[in-house]
């Protein structure tokens, strides 16, 4: 379970193809700190830490997780924000977020506002009940609030310092980003579709 709020940035250094599999090495500040088994969120995805190198670790997505999130995009060089698990004993900051992305979402328009910017993500109709004004969103791990919500359409507004301290920094017109609902609507919907 995660927060939402990015702890580093690292970079991708090596990607291997292993069947279906894509595996990672990623550099950061805090692959260091990591230990072999952790779970981590990689810009929204829940991924096992599988071995450490000299700042960096190793990661695998599966065929699954590259069919629902971004991570199919991610070359040598890519940035991934970087999240370690939330402890109990800490203040929650964002809001809970599982690591599980539910789809992917195309972002439509970039704006910047003045020392702030606006962005808008196409996102599957049928995802719809999910998201409501003034809701909370995980986009590509980070904990967002959404307005200007449409039937396959909202709007984020970003500070400047999770401009410059996330990888939103470089999502631009026509990139995919990692979307995660919010647990609470989840159930909510799941629990009124078993009313008969």
Request: with cysteine; glycine share 8%; aromatic share 8%.
């Amino acid at each position: 379970m995660f927060t939402g709020i990015i702890e580093s940035v690292g970079t991708v250094k090596e990607v291997i193809l292993n069947g279906s599999n894509r595996t990672f090495w990623i550099h950061s500040p805090i692959s260091a700190q990591l230990k072999v088994d952790q779970s981590v969120s990689h810009s929204g995805v829940c991924l096992t830490i599988e071995e450490l190198g000299e700042a960096c670790h190793r990661v695998t997505a599966i065929e699954e997780t590259l069919l629902k999130s971004n991570l199919g995009d991610w070359n040598e060089g890519s940035l991934v924000n970087l999240e370690r698990c939330l402890q109990i004993n800490d203040r929650i900051d964002g809001h809970l977020v599982q690591g599980h992305v539910d789809t992917k979402g195309i972002c439509k328009k970039r704006k910047e506002k003045d020392g702030s910017w606006e962005f808008e993500f196409e996102f599957p109709k049928k995802n719809a009940a999910l998201i409501i004004d003034k809701g909370s969103i995980s986009l590509n791990g980070i904990s967002l609030t959404v307005f200007d919500v449409k039937k396959k359409s909202f709007k984020v507004a970003i500070i400047p310092y999770t401009f410059e301290h996330t990888n939103i920094r470089m999502v631009n017109v026509g990139d995919t980003v990692n979307i995660e609902f919010d647990i609470i609507g989840k159930y909510l919907l799941r629990r009124l579709s078993l009313k008969d």
